[in-house]
T-cell receptor, first 111, second 114 residues
C-alpha cells in the first residue's frame, strides 16, 4: 500500500537549536503538504509543495520537496517554545486525491 | 479562518450506546473527511465524501457510518460504542480543486467509551 514514513518520531531540542523532520515515500508523490498540531489541538495547514526540487520558506521554517518527489523535509532554524507540537507531512499520490499522513514528529523544546 | 464545527467536543459514554458526532461547515466545500487519531499518533482516514449523497470508506476500517444529505453537514454515527472506539475524531473539509488544496480541520471530538 501507499505509505509515507516520517522520522524521527520524537525530537527534544534546546531552545535555539535547529530541528528537522523527514518524510519518505516509496512511490512518487503528486504533491506533499505539512501540518502542525499543537498539544491538545487540531492539525493546522502549513504549506503545500508541488514541484520537483521545490523549496519554500516561512520565516524560520524551510520546506523542501525532493527532486524525485518521493521525499520532503521541514527544517526549523533556532527553535522557540512556540514551535512545540507534532509536525505531520501528508502526501498525495497521482490518481488518488486523498492525503496519506505520515506518522508525525513530536517536537519538544527544553527552555 | 476555517469555519468547521464539531460537537460534542468531549463525550464519555457507556458501552453499547449509540452516538452521533456532528460536523458542520460554512465554507461550502464539497469534500469532507473524518479522521481518527489516538493521542500523539498519526491520523487515519475512516470516511470521506466528495459531495451530497457521496460517501466512501477510508483507509482504516471503522464500524462507524456517515451520511451526507447536505453539503454543510457530515455526521458520523456509531450504533453500539465499545471501549476500542475511544479516540479523537477529527472532521475536515477541502475545496474541490483536484488533488491539491489544504485540509481545514475542526477542533475534534474526544470520545471515551467505558
Amino acid at each position: 500500500g501507499q505509505q509515507v514514513m516520517q522520522i524521527p518520531q520524537y525530537q527534544h531540542v534546546q531552545e535555539g537549536e535547529d530541528f528537522t523532520t523527514y518524510c519518505n515515500s516509496s512511490t512518487t508523490l503528486s504533491n506533499i503538504q505539512w501540518y502542525k498540531q499543537r498539544p491538545g489541538g487540531h492539525p493546522v495547514f502549513l504549506i503545500q509543495l508541488v514541484k520537483s526540487g521545490e523549496v519554500k520558506k516561512q520565516k524560520r521554517l524551510t520546506f523542501q520537496f525532493g527532486e524525485a518527489k518521493k521525499n520532503s523535509s521541514l527544517h526549523i532554524t533556532a527553535t522557540q517554545t512556540t514551535d512545540v507540537g507534532t509536525y505531520f507531512c501528508a502526501g498525495v499520490y497521482f490518481g488518488n486525491e486523498k492525503l496519506t499522513f505520515g506518522t508525525g514528529t513530536r517536537l519538544t523544546i527544553i527552555p | 479562518e476555517a469555519d468547521i464545527y464539531q460537537t460534542p467536543r468531549y463525550l464519555v459514554i457507556g458501552t453499547g450506546k449509540k452516538i452521533t458526532l456532528e460536523c458542520s461547515q460554512t465554507m461550502g466545500h464539497d469534500k469532507m473527511y473524518w479522521y481518527q487519531q489516538d493521542p500523539g499518533m498519526e491520523l487515519h482516514l475512516i470516511h470521506y465524501s466528495y459531495g451530497v449523497n457521496s460517501t466512501e470508506k477510508g483507509d482504516l476500517s471503522s464500524e462507524s457510518t456517515v451520511s451526507r444529505i447536505r453539503t454543510e453537514h457530515f455526521p458520523l454515527t456509531l450504533e453500539s460504542a465499545r471501549p476500542s472506539h475511544t479516540s479523537q475524531y477529527l472532521c475536515a473539509t477541502r475545496r474541490r480543486t483536484g488533488d491539491t488544496g489544504e485540509l481545514f480541520f475542526g477542533e475534534g471530538s474526544r470520545l471515551t467509551v467505558l
